[in-house]
C-alpha cells in the first residue's frame, strides 16, 4: 500500500506527451482515485491545489508500516513509478535504485535472523535487547555505510546557512550542521548526481537570532527565508523538481522548526525534517521525519560528572529527581503533586542552592523527564549520560530513532493521567527489571553521544541511519 506524492506543476516536457502516455496517465489517475476512496490515502497537494497531478514519487503508508513493525528498516519494495527522467538522469537514477534494491534486500535477509543476541564487527558490540531487531539495524547500518551520499547544498550565506549553534541547548543542530557541511565523513558527496538525500544546511536558530524581531511572535520572516532558499536551489539544480522535495531535507532542533518549515509546502508535508520537537499532533509525520535528540551541552561539552557514571551497583539513595521550572502543561501537573510531598521524590521547581544538579541525577534511580512547551527535553540524553533511568512524561512525543530501538528496553514512560500514581509505579520496578533498564542504558549511551571526530554507531550516524531509512522507503524514478 503507498502514499502518492504528486508533482507540483506541468513541465513542458510533460506538455509534448503523446496522446497514449496521456491516457495511461489518466488510467493511473484513475485507479488512484479509487484506491484512495477504498483506502483513505492522503495526498499532498501543491499550491494551486489541482485536482490531477503527475505521481513521481510513492512513499509507504502507517498499514505497511506496522505490518511487522521488528523490521522497519525496510517497509516496502513494491515501487511501479510512472514518470520517467530524461535518459542521463534515468541512467544515474536507476543505479542508485538499483544499489537501493540490494540494500532492501539483504535487510530483509537479515531480519530473519531473530536468534542472534550479539554482533561483532571491528570490535564493536551491539546489545540486541535494545534494538526491534539487531539483525536488521545492524544490516541495515553497514547497508549505509557501504552506499549512502549526502549532497550538501554551497547555496546561501554565513551566518544563517552552513553554520549553527554547537553548544547549550541547540547543540545538536549545529553540530550536525558543521560536520555535514565541514566534516571529513565517507557520506558527502561533491557529485549531486551520486547522490541519495540532499541536504539543506539553513539553522532555524540563526534565522530566530538574526531575523526574528523579540516579542512579536512574527515567525513571516523564518517561512520567507525558508521559502527564498528552496526556490532558489529548486531554480538553480534540477533535484527538488524531479521529487518536490521528498529526498531533500533540513534538520533543526528549535522549536520554531515546524513553523519556520512552513515556508514552503512540499517542504513540510513531502521532505524529510529532522527535529527536536517532534510532535506527531503539530504535524510531526514518522512516517518522513525524523526525531532529533535534544542535548544540551554548557560550553560545547558533557559534563565530566556524566562522561564516566558510578559503576552500576552503585547506591542510589533517592528514587527520583526532578528539577525544572514551570513552563507547558505537564510540569504544573507534576509539582502540584509531587513537589516537597515525598522524600523518595526529589521534585523542585528551582534546585536548592547547595544542590548540585548533576549530582542528584547521578544519586537517584530514575530522572523524571517531563515535556515544557514543546515535547522534546535534553534531560532525556543528560539522564542516559548519568545511568539514570528516564520517566518520560510527555504527550505526542516521537522517541528518537525509535525506527530501530527498544526504548522500553532503557527508560520508563508515564501517561500523563498517572502522574498521582509516580511512586507507586516506580516503587512497582522490580529489581531485576532495574538492571535490566541500567544495562539497557549502558548499552544506548553511544547513540547520544557527539563525537569530535564522529564515531560509527555516534548520534551523527544514527542521525544519517534515521535519514537512510526514509530515502530506503521511497522510490524516485
Not at 510533460?14 to 491516457?23: D, H, M, P, Q
Not at 542508485?96 to 535472523?113: S, V, Y
Not at 558533557?302 to 502543561?329: C, D, E, M, Q, T
Not at 533498564?437 to 551523527?460: E, I, S, Y
Request: proline share 5%; net charge positive; with cysteine.
Amino acid at each position: 500500500m503507498v502514499i502518492v506524492v504528486k508533482s507540483g506543476g506541468v513541465t513542458s516536457s510533460v506538455v509534448a506527451l503523446s496522446a497514449i502516455f496521456a491516457t495511461s496517465i489518466a488510467i493511473v489517475f484513475v485507479m488512484v482515485y479509487f484506491s484512495n476512496k477504498a483506502h483513505e490515502f492522503r495526498s499532498f497537494k501543491s499550491d494551486s491545489e489541482a485536482e490531477f497531478k503527475i505521481p513521481i514519487v510513492e512513499l509507504v503508508t502507517t498499514a505497511a508500516h506496522t505490518r511487522n513493525s521488528e523490521s522497519r528498516a525496510v517497509l516496502s519494495s513494491e515501487f511501479s513509478s510512472k514518470l520517467k527522467p530524461t535518459v542521463t538522469r534515468r541512467e544515474n537514477i536507476n543505479k542508485l535504485e538499483q544499489g537501493l534494491a540490494r540494500a532492501r534486500a539483504a535487510i530483509r535477509n537479515a531480519a530473519t535472523m531473530r536468534n542472534q543476541s550479539l554482533f561483532n564487527k571491528n570490535d564493536d558490540i551491539l546489545s540486541s535487547a535494545i534494538y526491534r531487531n539487531p539483525a536488521a539495524f545492524y544490516q541495515s547500518y553497514k547497508e549505509m555505510e557501504k552506499r549512502f551520499k549526502v549532497y550538501v547544498y554551497q547555496e546561501g550565506e554565513l551566518p544563517i546557512v552552513h553554520d549553527g549553534p554547537c553548544k547549550d541547548i541547540y547543540t545538536s543542530e549545529g553540530r550536525f550542521i558543521h560536520e555535514m557541511d565541514h566534516g571529513n565523513n565517507r557520506f558527502r558527496t561533491s557529485n549531486a548526481g551520486a547522490a541519495h538525500v540532499y541536504f539543506m544546511p539553513f539553522s532555524v536558530t540563526w534565522m530566530v537570532r538574526y531575523l526574528y524581531r523579540p516579542n512579536t511572535y512574527n515567525l513571516t520572516p523564518l517561512k520567507d527565508f525558508v521559502s527564498d532558499y528552496v526556490k532558489l536551489i529548486s531554480s538553480k539544480h534540477p533535484f527538488w523538481n524531479r521529487t518536490q522535495g521528498a529526498d531533500h531535507f533540513m534538520l533543526s532542533c528549535h522549536d520554531w522548526a515546524p513553523h519556520a518549515s512552513h515556508g514552503n509546502e512540499f517542504l513540510y508535508n513531502t521532505s524529510i525534517r529532522v527535529l527536536c520537537n517532534a510532535n506527531s499532533s503539530e504535524g510531526f509525520n514518522p512516517q518522513k521525519d525524523v526525531s532529533l535528540p535534544e542535548i544540551h551541552l554548557y560550553g560545547g561539552k558533557v559534563n565530566p560528572k556524566l562522561i564516566s557514571p558510578p559503576p552500576s551497583n552503585a547506591f542510589r539513595p533517592y528514587l527520583a529527581f526532578f528539577a525544572g521550572g514551570i513552563h507547558g502543561p505537564i510540569r504544573p501537573i507534576l509539582l502540584q503533586h509531587w513537589k516537597g510531598k515525598d522524600s523518595d521524590l526529589h521534585v523542585y521547581e528551582y534546585l536548592p542552592k547547595n544542590q548540585d544538579y548533576y549530582d542528584s541525577m547521578i544519586l537517584s534511580k530514575f530522572c523524571l523527564c517531563p515535556s515544557g512547551w514543546e515535547v522534546a527535553s535534553p534531560r532525556i540524553v543528560e539522564a542516559i549520560y548519568a545511568e539514570c533511568i528516564p520517566v518520560i512524561l510527555s504527550d505526542h512525543y516521537v522517541l528518537p530513532f525509535s525506527d530501530v530501538l527498544r526504548w522500553e528496553a532503557f527508560s520508563i514512560q508515564v501517561n500523563i493521567s498517572e502522574i498521582p500514581r509516580l511512586k507507586e509505579i516506580l516503587m512497582g520496578v522490580s529489581e531485576g527489571k532495574y538492571m535490566r533498564l541500567k544495562k539497557g542504558l549502558r548499552a544506548v549511551r553511544r547513540h547520544f553521544v557527539l563525537n569530535q571526530p564522529v564515531k560509527r554507531f555516534d548520534m551523527f550516524h544514527m542521525i544519517l541511519h534515521s535519514v537512510w531509512l526514509r530515502r530506503l522507503n521511497l522510490r524516485v524514478g
